[in-house]
């Protein structure tokens, strides 16, 4: 559904400024007073919108919550002060959770959509996540854990802009499309071009993600897999999915790969070794060492450079391998 298409009917308001809705915390700074509960706070998607556009408030001073970042906003702080996507203590909030035009997950031509509210939880429970998305099925169970699943949502992790973010190698690797809004309309931002920097996207300050669009390819095999300290609640070291279509060579390869680089990236040199090429023991070799190659890791608190080069590198082996059945 176009943003210019909603129906208004019998929906409430919620899109507060809450400047001057304060109480203070166990240290007696002030903090913006919890979000109204659901049922009282139903809204269209106009609203935020519109709101958006007309305050042109620069980021900073605006930001959007659904959810986790909001839970966890004294252990965020830091990094949001430093972030270019919005502030610790902004002068007023957005809380999407209630706009259920940003809710659903529909074939829509030759495509799956799902709403930008979608949340782990739902891509889980799918029955068409699970058919044309499995790899996503995956990835979201991986996130945190029921209470992040439960609350986490798709469109979050796109504009958190994490190069870790679990979902965004899977979005790469599916051509995604995120359809983004505001009140001039919809605009369709591809998900290749939408992670522009380290923590920075393609949204403009008055711009929501309304939803994902995910083309359909029948013959199309994904993997998906995340390696970090733990099997659950870990922030990734490595993240890959790997995309193809045909069952014998290989065609349309994707390699995206998160938590490597600034941004969640994809490895053309990697695809091109994989491009029309049967999934044999030579071509995993050569995908591989191109792969460690190709990758321009960091060190950080999470793992060395090397580390990230050589795992990504056996990873992508591992899929060559599975998919070539040796
Ligand atoms: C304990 C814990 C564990 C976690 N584990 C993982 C993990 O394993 N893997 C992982 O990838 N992430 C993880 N996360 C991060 C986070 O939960 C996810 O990124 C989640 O998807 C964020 O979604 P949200 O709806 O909570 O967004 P929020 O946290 O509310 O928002 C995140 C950012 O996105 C912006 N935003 C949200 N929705 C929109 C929209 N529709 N349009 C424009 N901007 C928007 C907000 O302004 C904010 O800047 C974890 C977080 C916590 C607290």
Not at 112 to 120: D, V
Request: proline fraction near 4%.
């Amino acid at each position: 559904m176009r943003v210019d298409q909603l129906d208004l009917l019998g929906l409430g308001h919620r899109m507060g400024d809450v400047a001057g809705d304060v109480e203070q915390d166990v240290i007696g700074r002030e903090r913006a007073r919890s979000f109204e509960s659901i049922e009282e706070s139903r809204c269209a998607l106009e609203e935020p919108l519109e709101g958006r556009a007309v305050d042109h408030q620069p980021p900073a001073s605006r930001t959007i919550r659904c959810s986790t970042r909001a839970a966890t906003s004294r252990r965020y702080s830091a990094v949001e002060r430093t972030s270019s996507i919005g502030a610790s203590s902004p002068a007023s909030v957005v809380d999407l959770w209630a706009i259920e035009a940003l809710r659903g997950i529909a074939i829509d031509g030759d495509a799956l959509t799902l709403g930008a509210l979608t949340t782990y939880t739902d891509v889980r429970r799918s029955a068409l996540c699970r058919e044309h998305v499995p790899a996503l099925v995956e990835a979201a169970a991986t996130i945190g854990a029921a209470q992040i699943q439960n609350r986490g949502t798709l469109g979050g992790n796109i504009a958190n802009a994490s190069p870790a973010g679990d979902t965004l190698p899977v979005l790469l690797a599916a051509d995604a499309v995120i359809v983004v809004g505001s009140e001039r309309g919809e605009r369709d931002v591809p998900a290749a071009e939408f992670w522009t920097g380290y923590r920075q996207t393609a949204l403009a300050h008055d711009e929501l993600i309304v939803r994902i669009r995910l083309p359909l390819a029948a013959e199309r095999e994904m993997r998906f897999r995340k390696v970090g300290t733990r099997r659950a609640q870990a922030i990734s070291k490595v993240v890959i999915a790997v995309a193809w279509q045909g069952d014998g060579s290989w065609r349309d390869v994707r390699v995206a790969l998160g938590s490597v680089a600034a941004t969640p990236v994809r490895a053309a040199a990697t695809e091109a070794a994989l491009e029309d090429r049967r999934p044999t023991p030579e071509t995993a070799d050569a995908a591989a060492e191109t792969l460690a190659g190709e990758l321009a890791p960091i060190d950080d608190v999470r793992s060395t450079a090397e580390y990230r080069r050589l795992v990504a590198a056996r990873v992508l082996h591992r899929i060559v391998r599975d998919a070539g059945g040796w």
